[in-house]
């Protein structure tokens, strides 16, 4: 079985979406993202229960997905914010997802590069990037993942996605008839 599983990770406007999109249409590969309901979510339980089912899934069902966030953001938010949550699992769950052949693209820019989103309001407090980009950089350092790390102050759509296309052909299993 091998599933083609693209995670990516990164602050609010770092270029996920973008790209992630654009990896989406030329793989034919769905994103999935989870919308949260501020009034009920638990990131505890989230990470315990929902994404457990996730990893589950990919496990057991040879499917292709795009993945706006998983564990490295929870490691990252939790320390951030000093709120609760579970180390082991965050750390069992991206070990079990690796071993499925995952590939984590951490997207990142220089703190300057960051403007107010008109849709969304100021959601990344730039004043907080250093620690941020700290927490993304020990979580990659002591959480063994199949990285492709990308500074994204350029947006360069194009030169972003040859970098995690170029990450592909280390998986000789998987078949891209579109490339």
């Known amino acids: 079985m ?4 693209f995670i990516f990770e990164g602050h609010d406007q770092s270029g996920k979406s973008s790209i992630s999109k654009e990896l989406s249409t030329r793989l034919n590969i769905p994103i999935f993202k989870i919308e ?18 996730i990893v589950q899934f990919m496990e057991q069902v040879e499917t292709d997905v795009i993945l706006d966030r998983w564990v490295a953001s929870e490691y990252m938010y939790s320390r951030l914010f000093n ?9 069992e769950l ?6 499925l052949g ?17 849709k969304d309001g100021d959601l990344f407090d730039v004043s907080k990037y250093t620690e941020m980009k700290a927490l993304y950089d020990n979580f990659f350092l002591n959480s063994p ?13 194009e030169t972003q996605i040859t970098l995690i296309t170029s990450s592909i052909h280390k998986h000789e299993d998987w078949d891209f008839q579109t490339w």
């Open 36 to 53: 949260r309901e501020n009034k009920w979510w638990d990131p505890v339980i989230d990470l315990c229960y929902r994404t457990e089912a």
């Open 2 to 5: 091998s599933n083609k599983i």
């Open 83 to 91: 709120r609760p949550t579970n180390m082991e699992k965050i750390f």
């Open 102 to 118: 995952a590939i984590t693209v951490y997207c990142h820019k220089q703190p300057w590069a960051y403007t107010i989103d008109p």
């Open 94 to 99: 991206n070990r079990r997802m690796t071993e």
């Open 145 to 157: 993942s199949n990285l492709v790390d990308i500074d994204t102050t350029d947006a360069d759509l």
